[in-house]
């Protein structure tokens, strides 16, 4: 099986990396979304009943699966033989900052939901807020791997 993941390490990796733009543009647009809606699609409105529809069809049709073919293809180079060293501290940092956007993730989740619900209690502010948090992992998680610092 390694020997196959070493065969097709190009594809794989430029599949990983498809993928987690894609889930990086969802991550980073539904926030917005979620401002607008609040600012924008006052509960029982046509143009709320819109937003609902928009956030819906982002985490369903680009998001979700964004996400899990980023956890497989990136599971698969990181079984790859000789790609991380499992012995620095870089892909251990870099695993934290997948597993909170993962988190991040599934929070959106919930409160997509909440939205869907009508019960979105929240200011605009806190979606503002959010919208930053997986900018500042992507970022660590492209330094952990580009530079390895540590």
Known sequence: M????????????????ISVIS???????????FVNHVEHGPVGSETSEVFKGMEERL???IMAPAM???????????????????????????????LGMTGFHHWLIKVRKEFAADKNERPAKTYRIANELPTVMMIVI?????????
Not at 69 to 87: C, E, H, K, N
Not at 142 to 149: D, L, N, Q, T
């Open 68 to 98: 899990m073919a980023t956890w497989l293809f990136g599971l698969m180079l990181a079984f790859t033989p000789g790609i991380v060293d499992w012995s620095s501290f870089y892909p251990w940092i870099k695993a934290a900052m997948i």
């Open 2 to 17: 390694t020997d196959l993941l070493a065969t097709f390490y190009p594809w794989i990796k430029t599949l990983h990396i």
């Open 142 to 150: 492209v330094i952990m791997i580009v530079v390895r610092p540590f």
């Open 59 to 61: 985490m369903r049709i």
């Open 23 to 33: 889930w990086m543009a969802g991550l980073l647009y539904l926030p917005r979304l």
